[in-house]
C-alpha cells in the first residue's frame, strides 16, 4: 500500500442469518469491499476481524434459539475513518466488559478458551467499540497511511 | 483452506494457504494433531500464503504448540505477512511460539540440536 492513497468512500450493508456459515458470506463481502474501495490493508483485516469474532459470539452465545434470527452488518468508509456496525436482537454483550488476558503465562499454561473475546478486547486499541441499542457500533478512524508504513 | 505438507531432513513443512478461520480452523486443527500423533515432533508452519486467521484458527496453532510442547517436540512459524503477524502479537503468541520470517530460517532452527 503507497503512502498517502485515500481510501474510496462508500457503504455496504449486509443482512445474515444468524448461522455459523453466513460469518464465510460476511467476510468475502467484507474484504471485496475492502478491495474496491482501497481500504489499507491493516485497516480492513482489524475491522473484518473485529466484526468476524463479534459476530459468531452473537451466533454462539447471543440466542436461545438462533432460527429465523437475522444479523445486519454495516461498514462505512468516509472521510478517512472506517465504521462497522453490527445490529442484531441477541443479548447484550460487551466485550469491554471483559478483563484483559494474562499475556505473560508460559505455553503450558495458556488456555485454549476465550481466544476470540481475547483478540476483540485487544482490538479494541485500534477498534472503538460502543453499544446503543440493539447496536453495536466499530469504528476506526483515520491516520491509516501513516500507520501502515510505520 | 489447503494444506501442503512435505517432509524435509526429518522435519515437517506444512504450509498453509488460505482463509483459516472458523469453517476451516477446525480441520487445519485436527490434521496437525493427526500428524503430531503420528509422531512428527519437528514442525515447520509456512504461513506465506496464509491470506487471514480469527480466533479459531489461533486456537489450532496454540493446540499443536502445546501438544509438540509436551512431547518435547518444536513448533516454528514463518512467512508471516504483517497483518497476520500484528494478530499473533496480539493475542501473545508471539512470546511462546517461534516465529521467523523465512522458511530456510525456521529449518534452520529446527535442525539445531533442542536447547539444554
Known sequence: MRKGRVMHEGSIKIRLDAQLPEVERLNRLLRHFGELHEIPGRALYSMNLALDELVTNVILYGYENPVEQKIVVSLEASAGSLTGTIEDEGRVFDPLSVSAPDLSVPLNRRELGGLGIHLVRSLMEEVTYRREGSKNLLSRSGKESAKLNS | ?116
Open chain 2, 1 to 116: 483452506m489447503q494444506i501442503h505438507e512435505a517432509k524435509e531432513d526429518g522435519v515437517l513443512i506444512v504450509a498453509v494457504q488460505g482463509n483459516v478461520d472458523t469453517m476451516s480452523a477446525g480441520q487445519f486443527e485436527a490434521r496437525l494433531v493427526e500428524l503430531i500423533a503420528e509422531g512428527s515432533h519437528r514442525i515447520c508452519i509456512d504461513c506465506s500464503a496464509m491470506a487471514y486467521v480469527n480466533s479459531a484458527g489461533l486456537k489450532g496453532f496454540l493446540v499443536a504448540a502445546k501438544e509438540l510442547d509436551a512431547r518435547d517436540g518444536r513448533l516454528v512459524l514463518c512467512g508471516m505477512s504483517e497483518n497476520v503477524r500484528a494478530i499473533f502479537d496480539m493475542i501473545g503468541f508471539t512470546q511462546i511460539i517461534a516465529i521467523v520470517p523465512t522458511r530456510e530460517e525456521a529449518l534452520r532452527r529446527l535442525a539445531e540440536p533442542a536447547a539444554a
